[in-house]
């Protein structure tokens, strides 16, 4: 056990990761803050021990096509990039999801909007969870907040997209990217046989092999109206189960708490510094952290806001999350954002002194500005 | 002769190949796309890969291609057929893979991919089909469009002041060292259509053996975005496209490959 603890960047868990799991290739353009996973890969040289292929790419474009010309047939594929890198890859993204393909996109998120800061940030809530591209699709979104997350989200992330056949996305910001941990590797798992893969994935463009006659094709498109809304409402169908089994948050000191904290990645894990200097002041703050950001856990904010006079969404953006923690509690608690852009992170006090300008010291009885 | 003579097998002189399905064909009369598709379809058959063959179709009219040559496919977005084919082939060692493409799917939108896959010598087989114009949308200019053809989007005839200069994207993708065989074809004439065969198969061959990609641009109609008649858009292509796209092998270093690795001194 403890000759596999490890320390290492959150950049270098998911490649190290990925080998482990027994991922099938990666295909990736370099782009701070996340270029350590490709640089980790090529020094690794996977190829000559698992046979995993690594491959830089001409450009974002290319890489997401790669991972759709491989998952296509049926290897577990995954590319990472960040912010304008994942915008570029939006269209093959939203062809991904048409064609049921499963497959893993790390964003490893830096400030924007355009070339932006290299410096870390949470600004593609919105793409990553609404849908960046274009068509009625859901990405499954998983948000790590420590390097050992960011190794153990490559196998889950993984592990879903094959259960439900749809992509997903580990997204995470620049400060789970570039920080070293102590992680925990998971052991190494060999990558499926030709012929586990052709039994998993009996739809896949492998070439008609085995004696299979009937040809296999993978396509997003469908002229025929009537049959591409049954393929949408099989979709949607995929998207309620995902939202029924799959809503995954941690929650802390919620039982007592009389003000809550939604956050995730990173700046969750610095509002916990935050939570417990408000708890020695006898404040008491508790936090949810979801986990999946879609599907997002409506349900256990909902639960946790019962008893609490009022929500501070902290996130490293303009205030992106905020309307579906506003949608999870309706008008029932006042619902507040802070946050920093630009590539800062906010610090504990920042945060604390959030929560007091915006609830602790406001009377009950405020008028709502 | 009565009609169950005329189908006795002995006086067979023609059928359609095994592995073009019986679908109903949406190509326009005189379209080269459906000359192409046979000749793939024989080359699968007649190499013996259709359990090794992954066709990656195209945005543009032969999308549908994955609807009439009976092996597997993979549909790309527009452009991307190459990307595609890169890692289809490299996580696929023992496959076969090759793209099937038009000349504004290739030449304009995917021309970054098709230079990259070119140029890292991916072991796998490009076809264009370069009818100079974007069939499937309406007829609108592509990259590939010669000078003063009236299209779409250049109803006065194409200019160079206003949209430049063909791309000669075979003369292009043969400078690059990962390219094995490139060719220009056609397929108007019997002997034209015998010539682009033996092409595919060199093509299908150098990918089976390894030899870095084979780029096969077979020049053709389109009867229906040059507002031709079949019969005059083949005489329209010869008299107009073939001086600007010269017909024959422009690079063919698939025998005696020389080892390309280069060794970097430190
Ligand atoms: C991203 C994107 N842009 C534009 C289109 C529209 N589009 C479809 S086919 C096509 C051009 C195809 O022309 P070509 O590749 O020459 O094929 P042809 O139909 O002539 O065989 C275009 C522009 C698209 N489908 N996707
Ligand atoms: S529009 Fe042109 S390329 Fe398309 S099917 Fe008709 S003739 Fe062929
Ligand atoms: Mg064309």
Redesign the interface.
């Known amino acids: 056990m403890k000759d596999n603890v490890k320390l290492m960047k959150g950049n270098e868990a998911i490649a190290m990761a990925a080998i482990r799991y027994g991922c099938?290739?990666y295909?990736g353009y370099p782009i701070t803050p996340q270029s350590e996973v490709l640089e980790t890969l090529e020094a690794q040289m996977p190829w000559e021990t698992t046979g995993m292929?690594v491959?830089q790419?001409?450009?974002e474009?290319?890489?997401i096509?790669?991972?759709?010309?491989?998952a296509?047939?049926g290897?577990a594929?995954m590319t990472s990039s960040s912010s304008p890198g994942v915008s570029l890859m939006q269209?093959?993204i939203s062809?991904l999801a048409a064609?049921e393909l499963p497959a893993l996109i790390v964003n490893v998120m830096r400030g924007g909007p355009g070339l932006g800061t290299i410096h870390p940030s949470q600004s593609d809530y919105f793409q990553a969870t609404k849908g960046g591209g274009h068509g009625d699709y859901r990405l499954i979104v998983l948000a790590p907040s420590t390097v050992q997350e960011m190794a153990d989200f490559v196998s889950l992330g993984f592990d879903l997209s094959f259960k439900y056949r749809t992509p997903s996305m580990i997204l995470a910001d620049g400060v789970v990217g570039q920080m070293m941990e102590k992680v925990v590797l998971p052991e190494q798992r060999p990558r499926r046989t030709e012929e586990e893969i052709r039994r998993q994935c009996p739809w896949a463009?492998?070439?008609?092999?085995n004696g299979r006659t009937k040809?296999?094709?993978?396509?997003?498109?469908e002229l025929d109206s009537a049959v591409m809304e049954k393929n949408n409402e099989r979709f949607q169908r995929t998207y309620k189960e995902i939202e029924k089994n799959e809503v995954r948050y941690e929650a802390k000191y919620t039982e007592d708490a009389e003000y809550l904290i939604v956050a995730f990645g990173s700046i969750a894990r610095i509002c916990m510094k935050a939570i417990e200097d408000a708890r020695k002041e006898g404040v008491k703050v508790g936090i949810i952290r979801p986990i999946t950001l879609w599907p997002f856990p409506y349900d256990a904010i909902r639960e946790a806001a019962a008893n609490v006079k009022g929500i501070l969404c902290v996130e490293i953006n303009a205030g992106q999350m905020i309307e579906d923690v506003r949608l999870a509690v309706s008008d029932s608690v006042p619902v507040r954002h802070f946050g920093r852009m630009g590539g800062i992170v906010p610090n504990p006090n920042e945060i604390l002194d959030a929560l007091r300008r915006d609830f602790i010291d406001k009377p009950a009885n405020a008028k709502e500005d | 002769m009565t009609r169950e003579e005329i189908i006795r097998p002995e006086n067979k002189v023609y059928s359609r190949p095994r592995l073009i399905d019986d679908n109903y064909m949406h190509y326009c009369p005189g379209c080269s796309h459906g000359v192409v598709h046979k000749l793939v379809a024989e080359v699968i058959d007649e190499m013996g890969l259709e359990d090794k063959a992954i066709g990656i179709a195209p945005v543009g009219c032969s999308v549908f291609a994955y609807n009439y040559i009976d092996c597997d496919w993979i549909e790309a977005a527009h452009g991307r057929a190459p990307a595609l084919a890169t890692a289809a082939s490299r996580l696929n060692p023992d496959k076969v893979v090759f793209t099937y493409q038009g000349d504004g799917d290739l030449a304009a939108i995917g021309s970054a991919e098709t230079i990259h896959a070119c140029t890292r010598g991916e072991n796998i087989v490009m076809i264009m089909i370069n009818n100079g114009i974007y069939g499937m949308t309406g007829g609108q200019m592509s990259p590939c469009t010669i000078l003063g053809a009236k299209t779409a989007t250049s109803p006065y005839g194409r200019r160079t002041d206003l949209n430049g200069f063909p791309l000669k994207v075979s003369n292009v993708v043969a400078l690059l060292d990962g390219t094995c065989y490139v060719t220009r074809q056609a397929v108007h004439t019997v002997q034209a259509v015998r010539k682009a065969k033996n092409a595919i198969k060199k093509a299908f061959q150098n990918a089976i053996e390894k030899k870095g990609t084979s780029f096969i641009e077979i020049v053709g109609t389109c009867s229906s975005g040059w507002k031709l008649t079949p019969e005059k858009s083949n005489k329209w292509m010869e008299e107009n496209m073939f001086p600007q796209y010269p017909l024959g092998d422009i690079k063919d270093t698939s025998k005696g490959l020389e080892e390309k690795t280069v060794e970097v001194k430190k």
């Open positions: 099938d290739g295909f292929v491959l790419a001409e450009s474009v290319a890489s096509n790669m991972v759709y010309g491989g296509a047939t290897k594929v269209e093959g062809y064609s463009a492998t070439g008609k092999d040809r296999n094709v993978v396509t997003s498109l």
